[in-house]
């Protein structure tokens, strides 16, 4: 089985942006720059055969390629956050490219959830038994980045990426990369 998920890697200096971003944090645990990606769909375990369907599948996928930037900071989970992250500026490419992207796992037959897309970069993932006292910085931490923005930035391509779950966090490789203005 392999656990994979389809993202855009980003440029280094939209990563050094992101890197300074980090800088503070008051809690959790930091995203290493070799890890910054924007997630199109998480997929899952599926075995090899199904991930080689996905990737004839995702290799089909056309389009011109377009310019995003990061904008802003927040937390998902209210009460208990679980991820601090950098907030996506686009016009609507990039969700008309999230949808081919969940056709294409349709097609390779792997449904994927139906839930609502909010492009993001994560910057730190932060443990489920943080304190009151550490939300309460975060949630100030974040308002104090909510002017972060980066220069525009051109989407060249996306990744097929495999996730490998280890004791220090996921490690990330990517599996295939698909260009896009091909
Ligand atoms: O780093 P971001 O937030 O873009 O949170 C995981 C990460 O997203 C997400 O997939 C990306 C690569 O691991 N992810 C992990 N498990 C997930 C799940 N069960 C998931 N997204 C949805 N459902």
Redesign the pocket.
């Known amino acids: 089985m392999i656990r994979t998920?389809v993202?855009i890697p980003l440029p280094g200096a939209v990563v050094r942006d992101l890197t300074a971003a980090q800088a503070g944090l008051p809690a959790g645990r930091a995203v290493a720059p070799e890890n910054f990606?924007?997630?199109l769909a998480?997929i899952?375990e599926h075995p090899e055969p199904v991930i080689e369907d996905l990737h004839l599948a995702l290799d089909r996928i056309t389009g011109a390629g377009f310019q995003v930037s990061l904008a802003g900071a927040g937390l998902f989970g209210n009460k208990r956050p679980r991820?601090l992250?950098a907030g996506v500026r686009s016009g609507p490419e990039l969700g008309r490219l999230r949808e081919k992207v969940v056709q294409a796992a349709r097609g390779a037959e792997i449904p994927l959830?139906r839930?609502r897309y909010t492009p993001?970069?994560?910057l730190a993932r932060l443990n489920s038994g943080l304190s009151p006292e550490d939300a309460a910085e975060l949630r100030d931490f974040a308002a104090r980045r909510a002017g972060f923005s980066t220069a525009p930035f051109r989407i060249e391509g996306f990744a097929l990426?495999r996730?490998t779950l280890g004791r220090n966090g996921?490690i990330y490789e990517a599996l295939a990369k698909y260009p896009l203005d091909k």
Do not use: D, I, M, P
């Open positions: 998920f993202g990606h924007l997630t998480f899952g991820v992250y959830a839930e993001h970069v994560t990426f996730s996921a």
